[in-house]
């Protein structure tokens, strides 16, 4: 399993450019399922049948698009001016790497030199018309043959695990989803499940919609990277949830409120196995959940998260025994589910 984190971590798939996980994704599940395709927008819909023939009764989510940036200017002395795809925080960005493009070619987020900054500038966080791409062009014509107007890019990080059980790397939101779809679909089902690799997730849960009006389940369990806000400066009553004391079964967030009858599933298969759970403490953010929910006739929903330290960085964090436990969750409510058909 966290080789398969690492491996996913490692690929690119900014929100709209999700070509390179996409394809890494599919290569990954092709020996395992039955049916795969690629929908208007780009979205990974994949069908394996198990013991028990439900057809599109459950749907199981996670979304491939990581967050990153589109260079939209180049200036004359050859830097690049760029736009964020998805939320990021400028504060966390200064000075960080980036690949820009298939080619990754490297560039390094900067600024002007703290030397020059006023008193009033160092008060405030710079604004994102500040920010620029440096990739070592001498000029504009020089930084245009290395890259486009329209070029993707994302953080440059390698995965490194340290500590105690702690993975550092890029887009683990939400790539911890993905691995756990890949080994859940590389066991054999106790129905049949469609899997689902959303994209633009993070640019307001775009894909998430058209795969569920097309597939139309009954029921989609959503894995989802969260938000941990465990560090010292915070409040104990705004630490929202914890890194290693399991996965983050969702009650509400700012999209949705979940199906009450799917969450007690969650929770009680969790509690029966053994299995470490927690719930949110702050109520925000939203995931793929808001979109199928409200499709057609209306889906019940169902989440299951990682809670993950410095969320939409350069340096995401998570507890990799959080990830071992999401993946036997998903699969304990899967067998629930067909328990019950």
Not at 299 to 312: D, F, Q, T
Request: proline share 4%.
């Amino acid at each position: 399993m966290l080789n398969l984190v690492k491996e996913l971590c490692a690929a690119t798939g900014p929100s709209s450019y999700e070509e390179e996980i996409r394809a890494l994704i599919r290569a990954k599940a092709a020996p395992h399922v039955d049916e795969m395709r690629v929908d208007a927008v780009g979205n990974l819909i994949v069908f394996k049948r198990g013991k028990k023939p439900t057809g599109n009764k459950l749907m199981l989510c996670a979304h491939m698009d990581e967050v990153g940036i589109i260079v939209h200017s180049v200036t004359e002395e050859g830097y690049l001016k760029f736009r964020f795809l998805g939320g990021v925080d400028r504060r966390v960005t200064l000075g960080k790497p980036v690949w820009l493009g298939p080619g990754r070619v490297p560039g390094i987020i900067g600024l002007k030199a703290y030397h020059l900054v006023s008193p009033e500038e160092e008060k405030r966080v710079p604004k994102l018309e500040d920010l620029y791409i440096d990739i070592g062009a001498k000029n504009k014509a020089e930084a245009l043959e290395m890259v486009e107007i329209g070029e993707y890019g994302v953080f440059s990080n390698e995965c490194v695990e340290f500590g105690n059980g702690f993975l550092k790397a890029k887009a683990i939101d939400d790539r911890v989803g993905c691995a756990i779809l890949l080994k859940l679909m590389e066991q054999d089902l106790p129905m049949d499940c469609t899997f689902v690799f959303t994209v633009q997730e993070e640019i307001g849960t775009r894909g998430a919609f058209g795969a569920a009006f097309s597939v139309t389940p009954q029921i989609a369990l959503i894995f989802e990277g969260t938000t941990a806000a465990d560090s010292p400066a915070m409040a104990d009553h705004k630490k929202v949830c914890w890194p290693g004391k399991g996965p983050v079964l969702s009650l509400m967030d700012g999209g949705t409120i979940y199906d009450k009858e799917l969450f007690e599933l969650l929770r009680t298969q969790a509690e029966e196995h053994g299995i470490p759970w927690q719930v949110k403490h702050y109520l925000a953010g939203g995931t793929d959940a808001k979109a199928i929910q409200r499709t057609k006739a209306g889906i019940r929903v169902a989440g299951i998260s990682a809670a993950v330290r410095y969320l939409h960085s350069p340096s995401s964090v998570a507890a990799i025994a959080d990830f071992d436990h999401m993946l036997a969750l998903g699969r304990y409510f899967i067998d629930a589910i067909a328990a019950q058909s």
